[in-house]
């Protein structure tokens, strides 16, 4: 049974009541809210997940209105994981993000069996594509508009990445801000977005049901493939250059959550999967062209197969060799590619992304 196949007073009960369980890749949740604005959303962007029966969770999840004469003035709600807050208390409206939010807080302080990396993550033909950048590089539009053109979603904001290197999926409701709402609903017009939350701390809000073939195969995971630095620059052509091995492995560790604490497990398994990817900065300035390029039939091909010297150079060295040389020279200066045959612009590298809430 689906969240779809619950009525909405089946749906509301086991909401209020805590008893609605529900699991997204390797993680069940339960969840317990009365707030009618959460409950409607929730059916409306969790209708594929699988409903479980009640029993064990690895996160309990509560979002509740917070009670007293003041509150009543300015209507504030909270979000607790096991009975525990996880952020100060934040106004109603916001309630939705701070649901997701919260979700993804659950994850990235507790599943330490994983190395996860602030990142979205799409996969096709058993191949995954892994999409980093900081927030406004574009990179939850981007992933939203590849989902909506055929790639199966595994992650929007988590990557998992097991010990034995592969991918695995966490498909939830994809967040979008401000114009990449706009951007998402002229790009595709079926696109499920659930309702705008205004006033939270990165402006107007909105999320994107994940596909249904994302929620039933959540549990198939995917072999790294490509890792691609994004970077949106308005008006600008769509453009790629390789990175380097070396200074890929350092983007991806300042975007980690639990690197440092994995201490050399976290640096092997970040290496190995670095060494046995091609790794590109991506600028873009129009959706359209950048999901063209990351279509086609043949991305190996359309991104070019043959490695420039300093690639050759990394495949010849290991991980340390290679940080040590990022040192000194601040990674590989390579030829841009650009589909439209001009060079383009600098492109942003990616910091660690834990506001309150993501």
């Known amino acids: 049974m689906n969240v779809s196949d619950l009525s909405s007073k089946e749906l509301s009960d086991r909401l209020t009541s805590g008893s609605l369980f529900f699991r997204t890749g390797p993680f069940t949740f339960s969840l317990r809210t009365d707030l009618p604005e959460i409950i409607d ?18 996160f309990h999840a509560c979002l509740e209105r917070l009670r007293g004469v003041k509150i009543w003035i300015s209507p504030h709600g909270t979000f607790l994981n096991g009975g525990v807050p996880q952020f100060y208390p934040f106004p109603l409206r916001t309630a939705l993000p701070y649901l997701e939010w919260g979700l993804n807080r659950c994850v990235f302080r ?3 069996n994983y190395l996860m990396i602030h990142a979205a993550v799409v996969e096709r033909g058993g191949r995954a594509l892994i999409l980093v950048g900081t927030s406004g590089s574009g ?10 053109s055929g790639w199966r979603l595994l992650s929007d904001e988590i990557a998992l990445i097991a010990p034995d290197g592969s991918l695995a999926g966490l498909a939830r409701p994809i967040g979008l801000k401000a114009e990449s709402i706009r951007t998402i609903e002229e790009f595709s017009p079926d696109a499920c977005l659930g309702p705008r939350s205004r006033g939270t701390s990165k402006g107007l809000i909105a999320h994107m ?25 308005a008006d600008a052509r769509v453009a790629w250059t390789p990175v380097s091995k ?24 970040l290496a190995d999967m670095v060494e046995s990817t091609r790794t590109f900065d991506l600028v873009y300035g129009n959706l359209a062209e950048a999901v063209d ?19 050759r150079h990394n495949a010849r060295n290991g991980p340390s060799r290679r940080l040590a040389q990022a040192g000194e020279d601040g990674g590989a200066a390579s030829e841009r590619v650009d589909l439209a045959g001009e060079p383009g612009s600098r492109h942003a590298s990616p910091i660690p992304a834990e506001p309150a809430g993501n």
């Not at 990179?139 to 909506?148: E, Q």
Request: glycine share 8%; proline share 7%; charged share 20%.
């Open 110 to 112: 507790n599943a330490h």
């Open 139 to 148: 990179k939850s539009t981007l992933c939203a508009a590849l989902v909506l």
């Open 209 to 233: 049901a994940p596909p249904r073939e994302s929620v039933l195969r959540v549990h198939q995971r995917a072999k790294p493939s490509w890792i691609f630095f994004v970077s949106y620059q």
């Open 246 to 269: 070396a200074k890929s492995l350092m983007r991806m560790a300042d975007c980690a959550f639990n690197y440092t604490l994995l201490g050399r497990q976290g640096f092997e398994t």
């Open 293 to 311: 390029l990351l279509q086609g039939p043949d991305l190996d091909a359309q991104l070019g197969t043959q490695p420039n010297q300093r690639e």
């Open 41 to 58: 959303a929730f059916g409306l962007l969790y209708g594929d997940f699988p409903v479980l029966e009640p029993g064990y969770a690895d």
